[in-house]
């Protein structure tokens, strides 16, 4: 049992490429979501998913896109890098969303971009 | 989704009982209360959930008075590999936006 795997560890950009984030859960949890992490701030919710089919926005959706085909996997699409993207991203997954139920992270991307 | 309030930073001592304060004075009936830890370059890790009264675990205690406009995560004798960031999160079951506010940031000195 894997848990939340997030490919690739570290990235690096120029200004105005594109690029994926992969995330892959194996728990068979229908609530998955990604956020970015700044220094010494707390993590910012970008989009979430309730279940294959189903995104939302979050608080700072600009400048990304996800699409969710499978419960397992939900990808977070950078379509035109900024440095204002440089940061930590991580993605988590739970049983359903909401405080109550415990959501399960990933290990992070570390992008930075040029 | 409630406002959380909770000190920045604090310190404290290898085996000593560390209590962490999170305000939330605008806490609605539905709401539960639930603390997160981060270690660095990690993501974070489920510590501890809650609606009154106390709650304990193996790793630690959460206390919430009967107002239930604040809550306390106690860690008991703690050690080094408890220097961490802890998040304290408010909100219904129903609510899929989680706004995490700047955490905690506790260091345990030797």
């Known amino acids: 049992n894997a848990g939340v795997t997030q490919t690739p560890k570290f990235q690096v950009l120029k200004t105005g490429q594109s690029m994926t984030l992969q995330c892959a859960q194996d728990?068979?949890?229908?609530?998955m979501s990604w956020y970015r992490q700044d220094p010494g701030m707390g993590l910012r919710l970008i989009h979430y998913?309730?279940?294959?089919?189903?995104?939302d926005q979050g608080e700072v959706p600009n400048g990304y896109n996800v699409s969710r085909s499978t419960t397992e996997d939900f990808p977070l699409r950078l379509l035109s890098a900024a440095p204002s993207q440089t940061s930590v991203y991580f993605c988590?997954?739970?049983?359903?969303?909401?405080?109550?139920?415990?959501?399960?992270f990933g290990p992070g991307t570390r992008l930075t971009v040029l | 989704l409630a406002k959380t309030t909770q000190p920045i930073s604090m310190d404290s001592y290898e085996g000593q009982e560390v209590n962490i304060t999170c305000s939330h004075n605008?806490?609605?009936?539905?709401?539960?209360i639930t603390w997160y830890q981060q270690f660095p370059s990690q993501g974070p890790r489920f510590i501890i959930q809650?609606?009154?009264?106390?709650v304990t675990n193996e790793v630690a205690s959460l206390f919430i008075p009967a107002d239930r406009k604040s809550s306390t995560l106690s860690l008991p004798r703690v050690s080094l590999s408890d220097t961490a960031v802890y998040y304290c999160?408010?909100?219904?079951?129903?609510?899929?936006?989680?706004?995490w506010g700047a955490g905690t940031k506790l260091i345990i000195k030797p």
């Open positions: 605008n806490i609605a009936t539905n709401d539960y």
């Open positions: 988590a997954s739970s049983t359903r969303g909401g405080v109550r139920n415990e959501q399960f």
């Open positions: 999160l408010v909100g219904e079951d129903s609510n899929y936006q989680l706004i």
């Open positions: 728990m068979n949890h229908e609530y």
């Open positions: 998913s309730v279940g294959a089919g189903i995104t």
């Open positions: 809650g609606y009154k009264t106390k």
